[in-house]
Nanobody, 120 residues
Framework: QVQLVESGGGLVQAGGSLRLSCAASGSIFSINAMGWYRQAPGKERYLVAT???????SYGDSVKGRFTISRDDAKKSVYLQMNSLKPEDTGVYYC??????????????WGQGTQVTVSS
């Protein structure tokens, strides 16, 4: 059974930094892309950043230049370094593994989410 577990959320003042981590576990052969999505109350889930295995990263327009995504494929982990945080960055941050290959085939998986709150 594949699980993605996030950590590192919390409360921070505007201008501060946080680092989120997500680790995948289970009988995983490979993961095509790992990324982070944000969902604020009453809003749709928003792509924050994603990174393909061995490929370049993509970012949502609102976080470019402030956030950095990185992966450790050996640890099946993805990280999100968030700098210069703004109140509008507040939300639940979800980790997603796309194209996760196991013995049962290929599928996408989500973590349970971690809350990030940025105070003004």
């Amino acid at each position: 059974q594949v699980q993605l577990v996030e950590s590192g959320g919390g409360l921070v003042q505007a201008g501060g930094s946080l680092r989120l981590s997500c680790a995948a576990s289970g009988s995983i052969f490979s993961i095509n892309a790992m990324g982070w999505y944000r969902q604020a109350p009453g809003k749709e889930r928003y792509l924050v950043a994603t990174k393909r295995s061995g490929g370049s990263a993509s970012y949502g327009d609102s976080v470019k230049g402030r956030f950095t995504i990185s992966r450790d494929d050996a640890k099946k982990s993805v990280y999100l370094q968030m700098n210069s945080l703004k109140p509008e960055d507040t939300g639940v941050y979800y980790c997603k593994g796309s194209g996760v290959r196991t013995g049962d085939g290929v599928d996408d998986y989500w973590g349970q989410g971690t809350q990030v709150t940025v105070s003004s």
